[in-house]
C-alpha cells in the first residue's frame, strides 16, 4: 500500500488554506503546475476527488476537506518529530512560533528577549500578537507552538505553566479625588467612570473579575483598543483605568500628568503564564523557555 508524501499533504493543505492554485503554489515556493500535478497524484493514490476544479474557484468535496484537516496534524506532529529530535542536541535551538498578546507583548519582550536570545543563540522565535481567543485557537490548529498570555483564560486542552503575577494599578489625573490616596481598595472605585479595553480583550474581564466591577451599570464605562490609548483616554479627563503593573515599569505613564496608585491587601491582578498543547513532545522545552521568561522578567523588575 502506497502512502501520501507530506509534500502531497503540504499541497493539499495549502490550497485548503488560500483557496487559490496560485497563492498556494507560492506559499509551497512551487510552480502552479507542480502543485496541480502533486495534488492530481495524491487523489489516484487514495481514489478519490479531493477538489473541484473551475475556473474561478476551488471547492473542496467533503472527502477533501476531511483528509486536509487530517494532513494539518499529520504535518504538525512531523514537524515536532524534527524539533524533538533538534531539541535533544541543544534544547531551544529549533525554530519556535510564540503567540504573545497585545496587553503583554510590548512590555514584557523587550525586556526578556535580549536575555533569551544570549542564553539560546541558535533559537529562531518567530512571534505573534493577537487577541487571546484566536492565539489560542491558532495553537489548538497547530499554527502556534506555544502562547503567552494572562491567566486565567479558557484554554481547553492545553497544558499551562504561571510565570508570574501582574497586578492592577489604579491610573488617574493628579487633580482626581482618588489621586490622593495612597493605597486604595476595590470598594473606591465601584462608581468611578471607568476606561476598558474593548471585548476581546482578556485585560478587561481580567480587571472587572479581580476588582468585583461585573456588575457595573450598562454604558457608565468607555472602551478602547489598547492601553496606550487608555492612557491618552485618562489624560484627557474622560475617567480612570486599570494598568497592569507589566505596563508601568514600561515607563507607560512617561510624559503624561497621570498617577498610578496600588491596591492595598490582596492586590488585584492577572497572572501570567505560557500555554502549550498537551500532546506536544515539545514539553521539557517550553518548560525551559518559560522559566527562562520568568527569570529575566523577575530580573529587570528588580
Known sequence: ????????????????????????????????????????????????????????????????REIAARARIVLREAQELAELAAAAKEPLSAALRLGVIPTIGPFLLPKVLPKLRKAFPKLKLYLTEDQTQRLVDDLHAGSLDCVLLALPVEIGDAEAMVLFDDPFELVCRKDDPLAEKSKLTTGDI?????????????????ALDACHLGRRPQGTDVAATSLHTLVEMAANGLGVTLIPDMALQA???????????????????????LIWRKTSAREKEFRLLGQSLKDAYLAAAK
Do not use: W
Open 251 to 273: 515607563k507607560l505613564l512617561k510624559g503624561s500628568e497621570l498617577v498610578a496608585r496600588p491596591f492595598a491587601g490582596g492586590k488585584p491582578g492577572r497572572r501570567i503564564g
Open 1 to 64: 500500500m502506497f502512502l501520501p508524501t507530506l509534500k502531497q499533504l503540504r499541497y493539499l493543505t495549502a490550497l485548503d488554506e488560500h483557496k487559490h492554485f496560485g497563492r498556494a503554489a507560492a506559499a509551497c515556493f512551487v510552480s502552479q503546475s507542480t502543485l496541480s500535478a502533486g495534488l492530481q497524484e495524491l487523489e489516484t493514490l487514495l481514489g478519490a476527488s479531493l477538489v473541484e476544479r473551475s475556473n474561478r474557484s476551488v471547492v473542496f468535496t467533503a472527502l477533501g
Open 190 to 206: 465601584q462608581q468611578a467612570p471607568l476606561l476598558l479595553l474593548t471585548d476581546g480583550h482578556c485585560l478587561r474581564d481580567h
